[in-house]
């Protein structure tokens, strides 16, 4: 028996000595900690807007903030820099909403790549200066703003069964891609 | 803090229920070591624990210590999918006097859900008695892990863990069900270290006329990959 108590507090102290690494963070914070010109954006550019919800990323290099609202029944991801200029707007779309010609050419990727596939995410990614932005939101004016679309996809063929992210042209074409590698399941099998 | 509340209301609620049955309150320390033998095999040695500190029926109701039993499990597991896993495994229990062996099969999928993840597992196993017959179990373990710091778990996150499973089993002619009810708040040190702090809650012998039971386990779990 003090055998297992023994254990017990072996893992806890290997708890407590544990130093955190660095990695890609991601954390829920207030708006006050947000750069006013951020909120002022976001208040000028969504006029109807849901709730938002205020992100903290950091890959270890680059710093960014996030919003997330709902517009028009889409869900928005709104990316700042820490100084609140607006870096890219990603909205979550279906394969429905997709331009049929887009839609094609990726499909066409993943059935030449893959015996299995399917599409778990999709997202339609707008990069530019902040007028223009405002302009896709306000407007629906997308002049001057490059479009790409970040899908997330099971993909299985004879070498490869995986989960990955990739990022596809305005016209579809595949531009990278790299595989997701899960969080460790041992708390969940076991 | 309205985690704590929560937990003690479960808590208070159970206690009153279980007061005309029997009724065990203890500690369930458990350990998890797993590691990659190749690409697609795993291996997973895990320890687990019961110590009751209060039964009704044996009335030791002044809190006094009782070592039931300690589980010995090696598992070999077989990646089918970055989202299915296939598993053997062995226990050994170790219960005075009393100890048993245990073959398991599993299959568990992984289901991810907006920000939070769902583990399915299905398992069966079959227990090995010295003088009773081979005991069967049919088990569905549920177990969701939603982050509590933004949408996703990062390396010093907290998580909140909630699970049940349903166990039917049968020996000989005789069968019940068992039912597995936790909650428990994870965290996050990282991807290979993992620290899970709860309850869950037991109940079993559903089909056996007088003789309902509830279970109560303070637990504490550590995942550890290598």
């Known amino acids: 028996m003090r055998c297992v108590f023994t254990l017990v507090f072996i893992f806890c102290a290997v708890l407590v000595g544990f130093s955190q690494e660095k990695n890609e963070v991601e954390r829920r914070i207030k708006s006050d900690e947000v750069h006013d010109n951020a909120k002022e954006w976001l208040k000028e550019t969504y006029k109807k807007r849901g709730k938002t919800k205020w992100y903290y990323q950091t890959d270890g290099n680059k710093e960014v903030f996030e919003a997330k609202l709902k517009h028009n029944k889409q869900l928005h991801s709104i990316e700042f820099s820490l100084d609140g200029q607006v870096q890219n707007i990603e909205i979550l779309i279906g394969e429905d909403e997709l331009d049929p010609k887009v839609l094609e050419s990726i499909l066409k990727f993943l059935d030449t790549t893959y015996t299995k596939s399917s599409i778990s995410k999709l997202q339609i990614q707008y990069t530019g200066d902040e007028d223009d932005l405002e302009d896709v939101i306000d407007e629906q004016e997308f002049e001057d703003v490059i479009v790409k679309y970040e899908m997330e996809f099971y993909g299985k063929n004879d070498k490869d069964d995986e989960l990955w992210e990739a990022l596809f042209d305005e016209h579809g074409e595949l531009i990278q891609k790299r595989i997701i590698n899960l969080k460790a399941t041992d708390n969940l099998d076991y | ?226």
């Open chain 2, 1 to 226: 803090m309205k985690y704590c509340l929560s937990i003690l209301f479960t808590l208070s609620s159970v206690v009153s229920l279980a007061q005309n049955e029997r009724f065990v309150f203890g500690f369930f320390p458990e350990a998890a070591l797993s590691y990659k033998l190749s690409e697609d095999y795993t291996t997973t040695h895990k320890i687990e624990s019961q110590h009751g500190l209060y039964d009704t029926q044996y009335l030791n109701q002044e809190f006094e210590y009782a070592h039931q039993l300690t589980d010995v499990q090696t598992f070999l597991g077989r990646r089918l999918s970055p989202f299915l896993k296939a598993d053997i495994g062995y226990q050994y229990r170790l219960q005075e006097g009393k100890n048993t062996q245990r073959t398991i099969q599993q299959i568990s999928i992984l289901q991810r859900v907006s920000y939070y993840r769902l583990g399915h597992r299905v398992r069966v196993d079959q227990t090995f008695y010295k003088d009773a017959p081979l005991l069967f179990r049919a088990r569905y373990r549920l177990k969701g892990q939603l982050p509590l710091q933004g949408q996703s778990l990062d390396v010093g996150e907290t998580y909140l863990t909630i699970s049940n499973e349903l166990i039917y089993m049968i020996q000989r002619s005789e069968d019940d069900i068992e039912n597995r009810f936790a909650v428990g708040l994870g965290f996050y040190m990282d991807d290979k270290n993992k620290f899970e702090v709860g309850f869950d809650y037991r109940t079993d012998d559903y089909l056996v006329e007088n003789r309902f039971r509830h279970r109560l386990w303070f637990k504490i779990g550590y995942y550890k990959s290598l």
